[in-house]
């Protein structure tokens, strides 16, 4: 897929950020929310992503204008000794998976942190997402740590988390 644009999230693009967002959650297997999101729950999300210039907010559209996907830099924890350190996030719509899309935006995320000057990257994925995990250690992601049993969903779903990280 190379005709993909990278562009900066707009209020305009949160319908679909929702979306994309909310078919994870009712997947359960890329989400610990339980529930779907509001459109103002995902709004409060992306607007929290301050100063965007560090920590943008994107999403992926089609050459038809359509949004397959969504992701994001934000500040990995709250202390200031743990700035320069990121949380790579990204989702994207089940109709665009296995196709080049995920990896074009961890690229695209992770050429932005090190053009902002952030030294690491890191994220958390279900241990038994196999899609993620391989695209983690394409990037050269390291898995660091694994905590058992960590998500508990509807239905009996249960998920170990991974914990990965890049030095950028």
């Given at each position: 897929?190379?005709?993909?644009?990278?562009?900066?999230?707009?209020?305009?693009?949160?319908?679909?950020?929702?979306?994309?967002?909310?078919?994870?959650?009712?997947?359960?297997?890329?989400?610990?929310?339980?529930?779907?999101?509001?459109?103002?729950?995902?709004?409060?999300?992306?607007?929290?992503?301050?100063?965007?210039?560090?920590?943008?907010?994107?999403?992926?559209?089609?050459?038809?204008?359509?949004?397959?996907?969504?992701?994001?830099?934000?500040?990995?924890?709250?202390?200031?000794?743990?700035?320069?350190?990121?949380?790579?996030?990204?989702?994207?719509?089940?109709?665009?998976?296995?196709?080049?899309?995920?990896?074009?935006?961890?690229?695209?995320?992770?050429?932005?942190?090190?053009?902002?000057?952030?030294?690491?990257?890191?994220?958390?994925?279900?241990?038994?997402?196999?899609?993620?995990?391989?695209?983690?250690?394409?990037?050269?992601?390291?898995?660091?740590?694994?905590?058992?049993?960590?998500?508990?969903?509807?239905?009996?779903?249960?998920?170990?988390?991974?914990?990965w990280y890049l030095p950028l």
């Open positions: 897929m190379s005709e993909l644009i990278i562009r900066g999230a707009t209020d305009a693009d949160l319908q679909a950020i929702t979306d994309i967002y909310n078919e994870a959650v009712l997947e359960r297997m890329s989400s610990a929310d339980i529930e779907p999101r509001t459109l103002a729950q995902r709004k409060a999300w992306v607007d929290a992503h301050e100063p965007r210039s560090l920590y943008p907010v994107v999403v992926v559209e089609s050459a038809d204008g359509r949004v397959m996907a969504f992701g994001s830099l934000s500040r990995f924890h709250e202390r200031a000794g743990y700035d320069g350190v990121v949380e790579l996030s990204y989702y994207v719509g089940s109709a665009w998976r296995r196709q080049g899309v995920g990896r074009q935006l961890v690229a695209w995320l992770l050429d932005e942190a090190r053009r902002v000057g952030h030294r690491m990257a890191a994220t958390l994925i279900f241990a038994d997402n196999e899609g993620s995990s391989a695209l983690m250690r394409h990037f050269g992601f390291e898995r660091f740590g694994l905590m058992p049993d960590a998500v508990h969903l509807p239905g009996g779903i249960r998920h170990d988390i991974a914990y």
